[in-house]
Nanobody, 122 residues
């Protein structure tokens, strides 16, 4: 499975962005998918995840109420709607996928995209 993320960019604090991640190859619509991020000089951290059907969603505490993960299996695409962005959200965002449900909120995903830069100015 190959993952291609897009939608990053520069936005002012309080603004919104929507990230997209298209999955190619294999039977990608049965994969659980998610987003991680890594800011400069910081460790990679979990952001959000969604199971293969879209029925279960998980969020890190620091994005709850501001970010929404969703998916369109017909398009093999997962989305991350990011609202009320703050400078602390500045990071490279990585799309991930894995067939195992047990690793949904861990960093043990098998497939990782290249990442898309999100920069929030104050």
């Amino acid at each position: 499975v190959q993952l291609q993320a897009s939608g990053g960019g520069l936005v002012q604090a309080g603004g919104s962005l929507r990230l997209s991640c298209a999955a190619y190859g294999g039977t990608s619509n049965v994969y659980n998918m998610g987003w991680f991020r890594q800011a400069p000089a910081k460790e990679r951290e979990f952001v959000a995840a969604i199971n293969w059907s879209g029925g279960n969603k998980y969020y890190a505490d620091y994005v709850k109420g501001r970010f929404t993960i969703s998916r369109d299996n017909a398009k093999n695409t997962v989305y991350l709607q990011m609202n009320s962005l703050i400078p602390a959200d500045t990071a490279v965002y990585y799309c991930v996928a894995d067939s195992r449900t047990s690793i949904l909120v861990s960093d043990e995903y098998t497939y990782w995209g290249r990442g898309t830069q999100v920069t929030v100015s104050s």
